[in-house]
């Protein structure tokens, strides 16, 4: 073997080494994080903390770094209704946000037929027509072990193709 003698390479094959020096390389791990987080994470609207989000969960986050309570779906802060200050309305309510209408928020809980006005508006390619099979939607769902997540596995109605 040419390669510089390195107390990893110990006991296991030149093939072998070179594929953990790969995996373990700083600059490919950073590269990997930054592709995950450009793909799933999201930001911290006041002090831009990055963060990984997992499938299913509520749409309220608070960052872990600055405290800052926010809408992960349109990024609007969530505030006690006597500290909003934005409608005199907004004292009575409790923890809440000024979600604009597009939000994740309320799209979680629209209706299939409002979800298809919504996308068709908004010239958005999809599927009805597909045949009827499984629902192929992420869930969370309680198991033995706890909370797991999971495709939810229903059947399909005619026309809810995706």
Known sequence: CLVPWEAQHEGISCQDFARWK????????????EEHLAQHGI???ACNFRYT???GGCMHFT????????????KKPFKLGTRCGKDPGCAKMGLH?????????????????DLRKLLKKSKVVYD?????????????????EGMVDGICGEATEKGHAG
């Open 128 to 144: 009805t027509e597909g045949e009827v099979g499984e629902c192929r939607v992420q869930v969370q769902k309680e198991s033995d």
């Open 63 to 74: 960052c872990t770094q600055c405290k800052f309570e926010f809408c992960i779906g349109c």
């Open 53 to 55: 989000l997992t499938k």
């Open 97 to 113: 946000a000024h979600h604009p209408r597009n939000c994740l928020f309320y799209l979680r809980d629209k209706e299939p037929e």
């Open 43 to 45: 930001s911290c609207p």
């Open 22 to 33: 790969e995996e373990n390389d700083p600059d490919r791990q950073a590269a990997g994080l």
